[in-house]
T-cell receptor, first 113, second 115 residues
């Protein structure tokens, strides 16, 4: 069974600085998708970024980018120029074709003014 | 685009009553909808997956007779908590996707409190 691990239960970053959240996963599949979701205090899950495993190029969405290392099964999220609104729980997720999502335990990110 | 609504956002009920939660995809057709439960400060726990027009697939340990799921159309899925008890109090989140491998889009969640 696939598993997703986030080894950092909590992280903090100074406003305007850069922070990297770690995620590793375990799978025997070669084709799959990886996601980062953000859950702010409102508890609405918001898609941050998505990566197809067959793509070598790392996905980027404005201040958010990933470092996808397929061989190492690592999928870290980098947040540049951190803003107060970035404070939230961040969940890494894995999805195989036709199967359900597997979520990591989450990392709580605090942004310090 | 890709908006999912959930209703109600909050519900309080007496023990022994049933509660229905609706999940709607507003601007896309959702072939698959998912229901999650989230305890405070924890990750999402998948309860069941429903495909339009077919029976839901429940995760191990989730009582299908207690958590009734219906996915009657490509835009609507409902979760009914039957004979609710205080231990069913939780935050329930639905999500919808357009197909296998597609992104899940989440509803805002429903907070259920059973007295």
């Amino acid at each position: 069974a696939q598993t997703v691990t986030q080894s950092q239960p909590e992280m903090s970053v100074q406003e305007a600085e850069t922070v990297t959240l770690s995620c590793t996963y375990d799978t025997s599949e070669s084709d799959y998708y990886l996601f980062w979701y953000k859950q702010p205090p409102s508890r609405q899950m918001i898609l941050v970024i998505r990566q197809e495993a067959y793509k070598q190029q790392n996905a980027t969405e404005n201040r958010f980018s990933v470092n996808f290392q397929k061989a190492a099964k690592s999928f870290s999220l980098k947040i540049s120029d951190s803003q107060l609104g970035d404070a939230a729980m961040y969940f890494c997720a894995y999805r195989n074709y036709g199967q359900n999502f597997v979520f990591g335990p989450g990392t709580r990110l605090s942004v310090l003014p | 685009g890709a908006v999912v609504s959930q209703h109600p956002s909050r519900v309080i009920c007496k023990s022994g009553t049933s509660v229905k939660i609706e999940c709607r995809s507003l601007d896309f057709q959702a072939t698959t909808m998912f229901w999650y439960r989230q305890f405070p400060k924890q990750s999402l726990m998948l309860m069941a997956t429903s495909n339009e027009g077919s029976k839901a697939t429940y995760e191990q340990g989730v009582e299908k007779d207690k958590f009734l799921i219906n996915h009657a159309s490509l835009t609507l899925s409902t979760l009914t908590v039957t004979s609710a008890h205080p231990e069913d109090s939780s935050f329930y989140i639905c999500s919808a996707s357009q197909g296998a491998g597609e992104t899940q889009y989440f509803g805002p969640g429903t907070r259920l409190l059973v007295l």
